[in-house]
């Protein structure tokens, strides 16, 4: 298993006068994504930046490209063209020093959607 960094951007689709949370379709792809979390393939995620422009990061475990490539093609935001993948690349951890583990043990406790 590997982690992988996807940056996601806003598609075609994404309305400029609606913020994320009011994006059409906004509940399925929470779900999708909290589901995946729950499983133990997304690791961290979340917007990037100001929110001018919706990007948004995601650390992913999996096996291969391939396979997070075809995780984010069922995402229902990418399919009706709300997200789109801006690049998805291989990332080696060389260095931590632990503090996230009590962040992401809270995060990932089962206490509903995003």
Not at 88 to 107: G, T
Request: aromatic share 8%; no cysteine; net charge negative.
């Amino acid at each position: 298993m590997g982690y992988y960094v996807v940056v996601n951007e806003q598609g075609p689709s994404w309305v400029d006068s609606r913020p994320m949370r009011d994006q059409e379709l906004w509940t399925e792809h929470a779900a999708f994504v909290n589901a995946a979390m729950y499983a133990g393939f997304v690791i961290l995620g979340g917007p990037l930046g100001d929110g001018t422009i919706h990007r948004a990061l995601l650390i992913l475990h999996s096996e291969t490209e391939s396979a997070v490539r075809t995780w984010l093609a069922e995402d229902p935001w990418v399919r009706e063209g709300i997200l789109q993948t801006a690049s998805v690349e291989a990332w080696k951890i060389i260095v931590s020093n632990d503090k996230l583990d009590p962040v992401l043990s809270d995060i990932t406790k089962p206490s509903g959607p995003v």
